[in-house]
Nanobody
């Protein structure tokens, strides 16, 4: 059974940093697209970042470019999201997701597997 488990969320002051992890089990995703999404209260889930099977190339939502960095450790079957210069508007539940294919996608409907989410709260 495939499982994605996020960790690393928490409460941080504006300008601070957090590193989220997404550990996958049940199958390897080294050749698959994986991504991060977030959902703030009262809002729809939105794309944050993703990488395809060429994991060195990542795509970002405009508001996080230059602040967030997605990386993957295929040996550990784990994906990370390094978040710097955090802003109150980054407050949300962050989800990792994986596809059954190699190509990256920005729509949440295109992802097949999801984690349970980890809360990130940025205070002003």
């Amino acid at each position: 059974q495939v499982q994605l488990v996020e960790s690393g969320g928490g409460l941080v002051q504006a300008g601070g940093s957090l590193r989220l992890s997404c550990a996958a089990s049940g199958r390897t995703f080294s050749s698959n697209a994986m991504g991060w999404f977030r959902q703030a209260p009262g809002k729809e889930r939105e794309f944050v970042a993703a990488s395809g099977w060429l994991s060195a190339i990542a795509y970002y939502e405009d508001s996080v470019k230059g602040r967030f960095t997605l990386s993957r450790d295929n040996a550990k079957n784990t994906m990370y999201l390094e978040m710097n210069s955090l802003k109150p508007e980054d407050t949300a539940v962050y989800y990792c997701a994986a596809r059954q294919v190699r190509t990256v996608a920005r729509r949440s409907d295109d992802y097949d597997y999801w984690g349970q989410g980890t809360q990130v709260t940025v205070s002003s």
